[in-house]
């Protein structure tokens, strides 16, 4: 039987490889002094609102794994173990240690009402899949300019294709929804962005680089290949 770390590296070489070259996309690997709390503090002098420690942790535990095969050194961090008020979405240039961008995002509308707890892979259960995603291509749908995700975790995001999870916007995902309502807006699954910033984030991050939904899901924590050291 093929381990699971097998398996994703067998993912990871098919997907990943320019068939125009024969070989892969690379970035310049983490230094030593890029660990986690390294980029945290640096981070923190820069800028007000960063990722809590625990999940940029896990994100660049699996940038560490991931980056041979990205082709842009952006790692975007969703932590959903927060409510969906606050803004819980970062666009991070791991090689300047610099957020890019900071916003609100949605979680899938079977995930939880204010806070999000239930995480699937499976189709129709709109709920939001945790792990680690690549960004591909963009494309005009029914929430307008949007942008495929790639889901390289095997049961846990390897259906977001299939199932049409996007980053798209949408005005449910807007601050003002939340003001209003206590809460923003609930996606069938999807990461949705307020529609004044999804196409900058979309054109920031599309075409190879690396997502990470983190969650306070024990499941996923202890059985990810991706984020444990």
């Known amino acids: 039987m093929i381990s699971a770390g097998i398996l994703i590296s067998l993912v990871w070489t098919f997907t ?3 068939p125009n070259s024969g070989s892969s996309h690379t ?11 390294v980029i945290f503090e640096s981070l923190a002098k820069k800028h007000q609102n960063i990722p809590n420690l625990e999940a940029l942790n896990y994100a660049l535990e699996g940038w560490e794994k991931l980056e041979h095969h990205l082709d842009k050194p952006l790692l975007t961090v969703i932590d959903f ?3 969906s008020t606050e ?13 890019l961008l900071n916003t609100v995002v949605a979680h899938g509308r079977n995930t ?35 942008l495929r995700l790639d889901g ?22 807007r601050e003002e929804f939340a003001k209003s309502t206590g809460r923003l807006g609930r996606s069938l699954g999807c990461p949705a962005l307020p529609p004044e910033l999804s196409a900058k984030v979309i054109d920031l991050i ?10 306070k899901d024990q499941i996923y924590l202890s059985q990810s290949t991706l984020v444990q050291p």
Not at 206 to 215: H, P, R
């Open 206 to 215: 599309k075409e190879g680089s690396l997502l990470f939904i983190f969650g």
């Open 81 to 83: 173990s927060l409510p």
């Open 112 to 146: 939880g009402e204010l806070m999000a707890k239930n995480f699937s892979n499976t189709p129709e259960s709109f709920q939001s899949s945790l792990g680690f995603y690549k960004t591909a291509e963009t494309y005009q749908g029914k929430h307008g300019y949007s």
């Open 152 to 173: 390289l975790e095997k049961g846990f995001n390897d259906q977001a294709r299939a199932r049409a999870i996007v980053i798209h916007g949408a005005e449910y995902a």
């Open 27 to 37: 970035l310049v690997p983490l230094e030593n002094n890029h660990s986690s709390e």
């Open 16 to 18: 990943f490889s320019d």
């Open 87 to 99: 803004k819980r979405l970062w666009v991070i240039d791991v090689e300047k240690r610099e957020i």
